[in-house]
Antibody, heavy 120, light 107 residues
Framework: QVTLRESGPALVKPTQTLTLTCTFS??????????VSWIRQPPGKALEWLAL???????YYTTSLKTRLTISKDTSKNHVILTMTNMAPVDTATYFC????????????WGRGTMVTVSS | SYELTQPPSVSVSPGQTASITCSGD??????VSWYQQKPGQSPVLVMY???KRPSGIPERFSGSNSGNTATLTISGTQAMDEADYYC??????????FGTGTKVTVL
């Protein structure tokens, strides 16, 4: 059974750096084709794709946030980590991680998401 | 890149057909996926590669994509289909985009 679970702080202050961890099971990020993405959703708003890392350590970022995002993986721990610098109130959102079985493929399994509020 | 536009809302009577559109420049040149999201829940994949249903998704869900418009169709809509729906596509640079979302109401 494939599962993903997001974890991280529920509250961060403006200008701080957010670090989120996606812990997954049921698949390996060493397997050819497998990718994990981070996606966020502000309250009451649409989904926004943030970043993807693939089995070959290639990283892809949404253009508007590229300078603030870093995605990485720890294959031995089945972790994918997202860091976002210089957090602001507009970054308040639920952050999801999701798997896809190939680059540019659908997100077939999602985590439950973790809500992050940016406030002083 | 893609700007994917969806109607904010679609209303449908039980048993009738709901069609949700997703518009973007030359969208037909790439694959489109669709996700269903119920309140307080994570999105669920209901259609991929334009017209393929994942295991467990009812046959009443179907999809198409041509020109500038992709469409998700729900035939014989049921109350359980009431949810937000999002289209999603990738561009040639491996960047992903979601649509603006459509709230489907079953009246």
């Amino acid at each position: 059974q494939v599962t993903l679970r997001e974890s991280g702080p529920a509250l961060v202050k403006p200008t701080q750096t957010l670090t989120l961890t996606c812990t997954f099971s049921g698949f390996s990020l060493s397997t050819g084709g497998v990718c994990v993405s981070w996606i966020r959703q502000p309250p009451g708003k649409a989904l926004e794709w943030l970043a993807l890392i693939d089995w070959d350590d290639n990283e892809y970022y949404t253009t508007s946030l590229k300078t603030r995002l870093t995605i990485s993986k720890d294959t031995s721990k089945n972790h994918v980590i997202l860091t976002m610098t210089n957090m602001a109130p507009v970054d308040t959102a639920t952050y999801f991680c999701a798997r896809s079985s190939a680059r540019a493929d659908a997100f077939d399994v999602w985590g439950r998401g973790t809500m992050v509020t940016v406030s002083s | 890149s893609y700007e994917l536009t969806q109607p904010p809302s679609v209303s449908v009577s039980p048993g009738q057909t709901a069609s949700i559109t997703c518009s973007g420049d030359k969208l037909g040149d790439t694959f489109v996926s669709w996700y269903q999201q119920k309140p307080g829940q994570s999105p669920v994949l209901v259609m991929y590669q334009d017209a393929k249903r994942p295991s467990g998704i009812p046959e009443r869900f179907s999809g198409s994509n041509s020109g500038n418009t992709a469409t998700l169709t729900i035939s014989g809509t049921q109350a359980m289909d009431e949810a937000d729906y999002y289209c999603q596509a990738w561009d040639s640079n491996i960047l992903s985009f979601f649509g603006t979302g459509t709230k489907v109401t079953v009246l």
